[in-house]
């Protein structure tokens, strides 16, 4: 992070949209820029943590996925499901990751079709390093007042719900 800026640009950005006649959008403009603001300095924060592991998020996040599935493997296009990302992303990421030695590719016992990433013995100890740093360094830390993770949570689960994230 660099040096703090002396004022909210994102507060000034919602003057400047109501200035120029957008005052009935500015408010969830100002909400959208902030979101993504945060994200930007939450994944400036994860990749910092993850770096010393030679890991992205998105690495981690199919470390992880695999360390908390029975037998430790999953289906490659389920993988890609519960992660929400491309098959292409997953493929890019297994990859890297069997390029390491952390997870290997093998063919379903029962679908022939289908390929199973698995997560080596020095994966699974990768994922539970990483895993104790980010839950120390980073979600333990996140910044956000304690009363107001619920409701963060709660707000960000209805708008993707809504979304078509997810059902139910």
């Known amino acids: 992070m660099g040096t703090p800026l002396p004022r909210d640009p994102i507060a000034d950005a919602r003057l400047n949209w109501e200035r120029h006649g957008w005052a009935d959008v500015a408010a969830p403009m100002a909400a959208i820029t902030a979101i993504m603001r945060t994200q930007q300095i939450l994944m400036a924060r994860i990749e910092g943590a993850l770096k010393p592991f030679g890991l992205t ?39 890297r990751l069997q390029g390491a030695g952390l997870v290997r590719r093998s063919p379903h016992p029962t679908d ?12 699974r100890t990768l994922a539970k390093r990483a895993t104790a740093v980010l839950n120390a360094e980073v979600f333990g830390q996140s910044g956000f007042e304690e009363q107001d993770v619920e409701q963060l949570i709660g707000i960000l689960g209805t708008f993707r719900r809504n979304a078509g994230d997810f059902t139910g």
């Open 57 to 95: 998020f998105a690495r981690y996040e199919l470390l992880a996925l695999l360390s908390f599935a029975r037998g430790g493997a999953l289906p490659m296009n389920k993988a890609s499901a519960l992660l929400q990302v491309h098959p292409t992303s997953v493929t890019n990421a297994v990859d």
């Open 112 to 123: 022939g079709r289908t390929t199973l990433i698995e997560l080596t013995a020095e994966g």
